[in-house]
């Protein structure tokens, strides 16, 4: 049944569909029982579908136990011209160049704040967070501090995002020299708060192992909650005769997201969120048998349902 309702909606232009998708929910979710099972608060809606942070409230519904908003920059930002929202229904992929498009930290903290009071205390959000494209690269830490001093009193977690590869250089902040400075800066807002939120690092699908290593050491020294891996790999899509750059998800990151987990598990013992690739129940319980301690999925939905991640609660469950 999905199936055909997906064939008519692929019809309509990717990034339109996904704007249909928060009415649809609205009107769908009021039917849902509540879906509940222990495996539901290790299962998280990945980066980049909520940016605005928009249907937070509509999320436990849908089976999700937690979700991570965003990228959020300080300044709100348009991103990139359109078409920047691609799907591969062959390969089960989808292939994005956003540019971080979000309303700035100001406005989306507001509604974060207005959510966490419908949203069941269980429920966790973390805020994925990013830099405007024109800050320089030089002054990066201070945007990911502003963004989240922001969300001080709301975010249930922190993600420095530092692996989209739709902001310019902005994978280049993943070398250590870059990324320590950002996460002390953010730390440092974390400790003027009242809470101690966690902080976690999103990394690229294509670091190779040394340089996995180096990053998973030198953050070890700095009181990180976890990693991210991964965010989408990076490629060239052809539409109209015209190459567009961005990032793919979906199933061609299946193995390469399960190889980084992998790795950096014989790396580390801090947690580490799995993303990428995950569109079936055997391959999320690849990843928990990979030793990921939650999971993130975004294309899984999309190719998969709306009642997937229902799906997926009640099995890993069982
Ligand atoms: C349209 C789209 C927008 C995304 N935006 C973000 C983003 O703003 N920040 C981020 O860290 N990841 C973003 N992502 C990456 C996802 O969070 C995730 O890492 C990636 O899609 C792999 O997971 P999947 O295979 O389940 O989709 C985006 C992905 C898509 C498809």
Known sequence: MWFLIRSILFLLPAELTHQLSHPFMRIIAPFLTPVSGSAKAKVGLAAGFDKN??????????????????????????????????????????????????????IISERVRRAKKLLPPDFLVGVNLGKNKITPDTEAASDYAKVAESFIDCADYFVINVSSPNTPGLRSLQKPEFLIPIVRAVQEKIQKGARSIPLYVKLAPELDESSLQEIVLAL?????????LTNTQSGIYIYRGKEYSGGYSGSPLTEIALQRLKEARKLTS???????GIMTVRDAADRFNA??????????????????IRKLVRSLSK
């Open 53 to 106: 942070a928009e249907i937070l409230t509509l999320l436990p519904k849908f089976g999700f136990g937690f979700a991570e908003i965003g990228t959020v920059t300080p300044k709100p930002q348009g991103g990139n011209d359109k078409p920047r929202l691609f799907r591969d229904p062959k390969r089960n992929a989808l292939f994005n160049r956003m540019g971080f498009n979000n309303l700035g930290s100001g």
């Open 291 to 308: 030793g990921a301690t939650q999971i993130q999925i975004y294309s899984g939905w999309i190719y998969g349902g709306p009642f997937f």
């Open 270 to 276: 801090l947690p580490i969120m799995s993303v990428g």
């Open 220 to 228: 070890e020294g700095e009181n990180i909650a976890g990693l991210v």
